[in-house]
């Protein structure tokens, strides 16, 4: 069971960090990603990180100003955001996939955890 925690409401051009703990054996292996849902809106990518920590991936339109990470000896995924815009509030999801390296494609995931909401006002 994955649980991203961290969300909260803050002012266009602020950051907030959100985390994921995912206790699940063998976490350093996985792809870990970030998805979020923004009301009204399907699910869409946000960013991804592989089991080393090297490649990342990122959502066009977060790159620059979002950055991920992840603590492997603690079982937990970071997604840092900076620069937050309006059309970043969302419901933003953790989730983990059994692939190598980053992918985009949400069906790959496999485990995910219940979402944090972050409304950024203008």
């Known amino acids: 069971q994955l649980q991203a925690y961290g969300g909260g409401l803050v002012q266009a051009g602020g950051s907030l960090r959100l985390s994921c703990a995912a206790p699940r054996r063998n976490f350093g292996r996985h792809t870990m990603g970030w998805f979020r849902q923004a009301p009204g809106k399907e699910r869409e990518f946000v960013a991804a990180?592989?089991?080393?920590?090297?490649?990342?991936k990122f959502a066009d339109s977060v790159k620059g100003r979002f950055t991920i990470s992840r603590d492997n000896a603690n079982n937990t995924v970071y997604l840092q955001m900076n620069s937050l815009k309006p059309e970043d509030t969302a419901v933003y999801f953790c989730?983990?996939?059994?692939?190598?390296?980053?992918?985009?494609?949400?069906?790959?995931?496999?485990?995910w955890g219940q979402g944090t909401l972050v409304t950024v006002s203008s």
């Open positions: 989730a983990l996939s059994f692939v190598s390296k980053t992918t985009m494609r949400e069906e790959l995931y496999k485990f």
């Open positions: 990180i592989a089991s080393s920590g090297e490649d990342t």
